[in-house]
């Protein structure tokens, strides 16, 4: 149930029910010679949809802008600034929890993300605890990093061992390729790898990962192994999330 | 040529010969009984895919949320503040700015938009050039109110006459529902509808506009009359586009 | 009645019988090789001082800065940026909410501010919603552009045609005259003169507005003129106040 | 000369042979039960014009807004928030500093907007280094208190001796009554009245300072004695000006 | 009884008999020669802690961080921009509220900071009014310089005369000394000072007092003198602070 | 070596060798009935200050005040919200960028501050990008969780099992009393302690964690404890700052 296809009345009655919401949150960042841009608004969308339809919990539109800040000497590259993306998420989480909304279930993409995230989270619970919304002190959040699921993860080192590195990896592009099979896209990559390095900024980054990735050979992933991934995914928060708005 | 299934090798080929890019903005608010609450995201979308297929122009990530403070009265609308929306648009315009883009084609589905962009695009301009940035003063947006367009709105206006009032369109549903044709909602719809009352706040617009109709009759929309409003958007704003980004 | 010459115990008086405000905006931007920086605040200020007079409303202090960040790059231009004239707005408006004002009647000389005001006013009712003030869901506000005024605007095409052009008009003038006989300020003015071109960052108009005038012959203006476009701006003006305040 | 009475070459061509400027800023608050609630602005601007004519110096528009939070409990009160106050200051200056002028001389009606000042001067300087601006470092503010010029202090203290108080005090409204005679305003003032008591938030100060005056007596002011006051402050802010200016 | 050193029942049980606090606030700022950096901090520190000893008052953690940025063309320095430190003051004064404390006296070591601790309490009383904080009309903010104390200053006057200067003063240096007697530091100082340049930008500082003293002589200091300071400065600052509380 | 307890002219020299810096930062938040508010800056910064010694290296000032919202729901705890303290790092760091340093070493104290750094590192690169600062494009911060040594760690579990829980930690409440053996709490502990329940808002923080510590029972700590801790970290830590200052 998309919070986009759906019509107000249709979110009240939702409403009467439930108080649950998930909201893919992605980024809009380079992936390697071989990614595409949109991949981590692209895996964390599909895997909120199917949690979604499993759990018959209302979906709300996507972030395709994350925290990416570290990617911007990359073309093509939009990031926000962390404390442009705390405003964004409070006033995504304040307008829906006037309208009722009080668990608030992250799907991520994109491990940049997280920081600001949390930040953001705590910065909201605050500031709703200012305004004068019922119930304000009952609003959580939580973040599902489909890419932690543990047999997300456990798959992904069986597939592809140190070669799923940490930034484009085979498992996002896998995932990807599930989604669009007609947007493989292939260039040369180079066998040696920059990996380990930590993250700093733009031009740093650039300049120790020439190429954008991040220790990881994307050129192993199919669209088969996406589409397990997007099941493992699909079922790991799926039971995250009944779990996560059962408990009391 | 969308940037979120692009590599970043393809935008940086893109931009040898192209700095334009268009980017959909849209909203996620209520649309009356029957309207789908991202009516305005869906139409600048789709809409903005048809233009960057008509004019191989690259099209950005879709701004789903916009400035739709007045309608948050109704369960699942979800606004961003003006003032955050100035900092998301800054941020967007600054990135793709490092990476060489100058032409800004802003497709937008919601005229609660148009005043908080403009103060965006004012703010933009005059931060760039204060950075060291190329070719700051180079940078120029336009925005392209696909509801605008001259043949549209006389389409509109033959088909629905007053009855297509000024927000929960039949003309923007029908455009919903021709890229929806499974998502056509009904409801019994009061034939008196509140119309040319000015906007102010949530609650105010709530007791003047009790189902979230403007004026508006969403029962005479058709998916035919969707695709109708599709083709003649597309067509005039590939025009607009090739112009913009032709203009010395 | 001005807000500046009365005293507190008079503005409560006042409060007993209207909670209508009218509120003068202009901006000190450049305004050709002629015309007055002050230009559209001295208009802005004169006819709302008409306004208060005819309809025996209060008037508040003017705002001299607008959003004329595209004027900077001439001499003399000042201007705040969007989000902080946003604020300015949000705290004006705040301050006598809480005196007790509901109805604010933008008196506005420029059309650079419409968009920033009617971003500013929608995140002041948001603002406003948030605080634990009586009455705050019944705050509005209007803008009235004197230049737009159905009479204003004819009187100038049939007096200039073209030659009213769109910034540094003669009508514009001509009312600063009005005002100002002693300040009727000549130059020689280039008959080529641009127009057409939209509004992007400062550099860039500069670049196509050389001489700061869009499109018009301030040369035309005269002191008999201005007084006709501030009686005519004043009468229409004034009607709309008294029904902007009247409205249930 | 006034920057708002002046053509944009007009002001090239002043900063041709001075980069200085004087800047009224007062405030909008309430001035007891006979004071005018824009007594601050008022004073500052009138002297300021004065000083202009006697050093032939540029004056900018006036700030009519200042920092008078503490006085919002009185009807007619409008402060901007501190915050609010450093970004209006800052877009003022950085855009004078971008056409070239380079000495700020804030001529001030208010005691309560010299701490917010000073910290917008600091925040300014430092904002400027940052940008592209030739000679940013060579920026300079000062702050000139009208009422505490020394002949200005000893006349207040002479006529008045300790009814002179600290706000609404008879100096400053015998100045207001000797620009506008005919706006004379009474009231049965209580002759015992609050003083010495320090300023925490509105509703305190309102608690504390019942009508508004701070120990003070407004009743003695005549518009004989605002012309002495204006002239002493005329005299002693010229040289101040010219000093400033001078210095290397 | 420092915060830092309590736990939270202790503060509980305080704030049963006492709504009373005492901050230290400091800067991080060159001071001369042979001044230690955190001089302003040091002393503020100190002395807040010898009057919470006085008077058995709660004191808080010292705010090493003020407003230095004039004195940041000198290696060491850290400065916070005014608008930063108003929503440190603000956060730190709205968590003590919430917790109950009503009285914050601030003991100030360095004059740069008053302008901007003003404008953020006048700010912080406002915030405070519009959250539901039980009380909020009762919170005060007092500073308290230590420097400016009437028995210091005189001594530091009849010990030093000129040479006390403004800057890296004999006693501030004295009082460090009195804290830190082993890193009490010596280098050849120009017997030329500088002295009663006003205070721009960063660089403009260093260009007229090239070793950073302001018309000093910190030679002079002695840490004798030191603990004099200290004792005249918490003997007289215990009266305030006890003053401060009590008043109604 | 303290940048406190130093002289500008001995920074300008440790910078012609080194560029490395050390930061503590903690928090001010209630740490259960027997653990010290200043618990978090106490911990980090007592082991800065080993690590400085131990490598030679500067120790900047402690930051008291971290990212403690969920904890505001008991007496004394101080925050900063995650935007204000995003500024406060960006000051701070771009302080010491503009005298020279790169490489910032954080020795942190508590978990919750991590995501906020984290964030305000990025936006700190950023921003000292768009700046003219040399070498901005080499500035580097690492975190370092003292806690989170391995040996630290490690230990904690020997000593204490389940019983160090999360928060209000047996191991830090040693160190603590290592420092301060003196101040050794203590209190009837409740043998149940809720464990394992996710971080929300203060107000629900509270409910969950009655007494304030999380699975903890810091009864077990004591001084000797502590030192080993401080030896563990200090050892572990000096390491990781060579490594990181060494890293080309
Ligand atoms: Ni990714
Ligand atoms: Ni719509
Ligand atoms: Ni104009
Ligand atoms: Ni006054
Ligand atoms: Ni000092
Ligand atoms: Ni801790």
Known sequence: MLLQLSTWPEVENYLSYSTGIIIPIGSTEQHGPTGLIGTDAICAEVIAKGVGEATAAMVGPTLHLGMALHHTAFSGTISLRPSTLIQVVMDYITCLAVSGFRRFFWINGHGGNIATLKAAFAETYYHLANLNIPHADEIRCEIANWFMCREVYQLAKKLYGD??????TPSEVALTQFVYPDLIKTATLDTQVASGYPIYGAADFRRHY???????????????QGQQFYQLAVKELSNSYLEFIAKA
């Open 163 to 168: 070669q799923e590195g940490s930034h484009a």
């Open 210 to 224: 020439p190429d954008g990735r991040m220790g990881s050979n994307p050129a192993l992933a199919t669209p088969e």
